[in-house]
């Protein structure tokens, strides 16, 4: 080798040493390396941390005694190198315990597994907390010996690592009990949990685990739980606690019934009543792995011969299917926001999506056939493929994704010995585990590229394993040695939140039946769809409504194309399906709108103007007025698709929705204007008036709802020289036909345009002229009229009669010096005439949407008593806006700002809860739903997710609360 140091570190560098300097000075301390040996150490998955820890243990040993073992036994340095490059923290463990490097001598180091019993007593052979640490590093160096030189494979030397961690638990109570003064006063037994019951252990992991006792005969009851629990707690410390040799792991018991709130040990019966009375699914999903560990092993089979029956009966619980939904989205959120692309266990395709879908599989297939009920997740999914449960290729390339993906957190997890499942972005570490996995050119690049690779397979086989075999199912000529039964099908189907599995089978026959085109592509598409309607309220509705947009766009090019080439849009379809009825009643009387989905830009709304364009050309082009209503209502079916389907998918704003849904219906009461103008005049001429459209309430705030009516006035303005006899008669034959041309079936829900706001009344004409108007203005509006006028917008029709409507009814709602104090009073006087009056009978103050305490009701009359007040004073309060003018009233110090995000928020809530009922159930509610099913609904469209609905209306209750509190000071006060 090279003399001159400085060469010497250059050559190490360009075998692969990261660090030449520090790789010189090992291997001077070291004393004479062949160039051999450099080659080998330079192989490993970090040789710089290799020929550290080479050096360090060397310096424990006498001079020279290292390198002449490692002459002399070529499978020790192949083992011994191996292991120190891919595990700092044994490299660590053989530097304080040289004398164990000789246990991987080829005489030495058993070449498979050694049976549990074995294991147990070579580990009960410690009798401190640091003998019992030495004996585990031991023999954990012994296992990744093994599995580095690939003498086992990774189930087995997964199953190694739980033999151990159960043998230690053993070695550790014997421990405690020897301590324990009363310890034979109770029986104690140790069931393992988790990966430690599966037979699937990492290489550092909590290690999952429940006690159970009983009182020794003739003892105490007091005094054994007392006993068994000291023991517990010192099992624990003698696994967890750190000493001169470190610790081992630490023993999680919070799988036990109540979790931490929980006693840490309970008598057998104690157990059994529990899980007969108490237990979530979650917990019966976690009893899959339980598996006695020890202690007491006649109690401990006693365990689980009584609560086995149990798990597979999980799922013919009533909530099977939330709490399933609930389990895996607690999973998804408990990920920081930071690690989700690089969480190799929690993640999107990670580990739990494969050990979840095999678990909820199992438990729904499991209570009929028994050879589903392995606790290790690689032979339950083999048990699964064997069953035609899974489909072959499927579920081979799903193992394949699985052990390389545990592989790789045993690589992470071994470096240091740390509980990790986090893959590094440090290209160091990349490279030193794209080594340790076989990657030996561009280790960090190779390795990354795989990792997500299985990620993809993952992820997309996630669905397919649930999904794929319910379309073999109903096939003619099932494939890929699926035997799903039609029972199975449908306790599949069950567990995944259909109602009606029988129905839900035959569309998925009748979308799938056939050799066509279109067949083909639901075949490939179907698995991901059913997937997406399992996550919403109603998956049933959502998979029936797919069947018949699919067979009314039938062989149609642009939707194959959608559905085959652009996930997002039909995950986005699948999503609007089920969970909406309003926007699926849309789409299935003109599937056309399914080319919204997919195009960000296609679910905008569309700008106010261009709609108005949009809609007079559309009834411009048709001579016939009825042709022209339904090309106008086409294009408000259109709009509605489009606004609802942004809405079911979270893309709009409150706000949003009412200005879009605003728009649409002013554009199609304009159209309709110039249809129903049009149908006049070709029967009785020209029009002799000109015509205004006042827009009222929440139309006319810019706030309308799915639900909502639109409320209007009508105005006309006889033209000079026109008869006003003929005038009247022709604007009253304009609004009637009209409102009939909106109220008349079509592609769009019918638009009811109420027009009881005008001046007298439902007993007073339904149109009248200007001059009518303002004479009724002058000499009998009452207050409340002033503060209907708040909410007016004269916007469709005649320009100058809108702008001299406006100028006519702004001094009405906008008094100089503001209301008076009568008026103030009258107002005050109405609202609690409305609040205990028009609230219908039985409904419940605190929930009714508009008129419940802090409701809508409750928000705007507050608002518009600031506007009356203040608006004379303060011009930004001139508006028809409810946010807008309390965003004034803030402004000019009117409101606190507290006060405001209080008004604000119950407005928000309660106009998106009333929207989402719409939207959910395709009819409007006066009060919040209390059915479970409906608020899951809402709950759902809300954002909250369908098992949160109780969170949904304890924000209700809280919201409206503080609201109400907020209008008794201000409005009342």
Known sequence: MATDARDLAVTLARKGFRDGQAAVASLESLGDVP???????????????????????????????????????DELRLRLLVVLGTSEALGDFLTRHPEHVRDLASTDLAR?????????????????????????????LHIAARDLTALTTFEESSAELSDLAVATLGAALRIAREAEPDADLCRLTIIAMGK?????????????????????????????????TRLAAAVMKLCREHTGEGTIWEVDAELRPEGKNGPLVRTLASHIAYYE?????????????????????????????????????????????????????????????????????????GLRDVEFAVQLLQLVHGRADETLRSPTTLKALGALIDGGYVGRRDGAAMEEAYEFLRTLEHRIQLYKLRRSHIVPDDPEDLRRLGRSMGFRQNSAEALTKEWQAHRRIVRRLHEKLFYQPLLEAVASLPTDHLRLTPLAAEERLTALGFVDPKGALAHIQALTSGLSRRASIQKSLLPAMLAWFAESPDPDAGLLAFRKISEGLGETH?????????????????????????????????????ALLGDDAELRPLERERLRTEVDLAADRHRNPQDAIRAVRRVRRRELSRVGIA???????????????????????????KASTAAVEAERGAMPTRLSIVLMGRLGGGEAGYGSDADVMFVHDPCEGADDTEAAAAATAVVQGLRRMLAAPGDDPALEVDAELRPEGKNGPLVRTFASYRAYYEKWSAVWEAQALLRANAAVGDADLNARFTELIDPLRFPEGGATADEIREIRRIKARVDSERLPRGANPKTHLKLGRGGLADVEWTVQLLQMQHAHAVPELRTTRTLTALHAAVGADLVSHDDAMALEAAWRLVSRIRNAVVLMRGKAAESMVEHAGERAGVAHLLGYGMDEGERLNDDYLRTTRHARKVVERIFYE
């Open 196 to 228: 430690t019951g599966g037979h699937e252990l990492n290489y550092l992991s909590d290690v999952d685990v429940i006690f159970v006792h009983e009182p020794a005969e003739g003892a105490d009851d007091g005094a054994a739980i007392g006993a068994a």
């Open 277 to 349: 009375k108490w237990a979530s699914t979650w917990e019966f999903q976690a009893l899959l792995k339980a598996r006695f560990a020890a202690g007491d092993e006649e109690l401990g089979q006693a365990y689980i011969d009584a609560l086995s029956p149990m798990i597979w009966l999980a799922s013919t619980r009533p909530h099977f299917v939330s709490d399933v939904r609930a389990m895996r989205r607690r999973v998804i959120d408990n990920i920081p926001a930071a690690q989700r692309s690089r969480q190799l266990k929690l993640g999107a395709g």
């Open 112 to 140: 498979r597994p050694i049976p549990l019993d074995l294991r147990r007593q070579q580990m009960e052979e410690a009798t401190d907390a640091d003998e019992l640490r030495v004996a585990y590093h031991r023999k954990l």
């Open 558 to 594: 642009w939707y194959l194309r959608k559905l085959r080439d652009e996930g997002e849009g039909a995950e986005q379809l699948a999503h609007v399906l089920s969970s909406s009825r309003y926007v699926t009643d849309l789409i299935l009387r003109a599937p056309d709108s399914v």
């Open 647 to 673: 809405d079911v998918l979270g893309r709009l704003d409150i706000t949003e929705v009412g200005e879009a849904l605003t728009d649409i219906s002013t554009a199609t009461l304009a159209g309709a204007l």
């Open 35 to 73: 160039e051999a040996l450099v080659d080998q150490i330079a192989s490993v998955a970090s040789p710089d941390a290799a020929l550290s820890s080479l050096s360090s243990i060397a310096s424990r040993m006498a001079p020279g005694e290292l390198l002449e073992m490692l002459a002399s036994d």
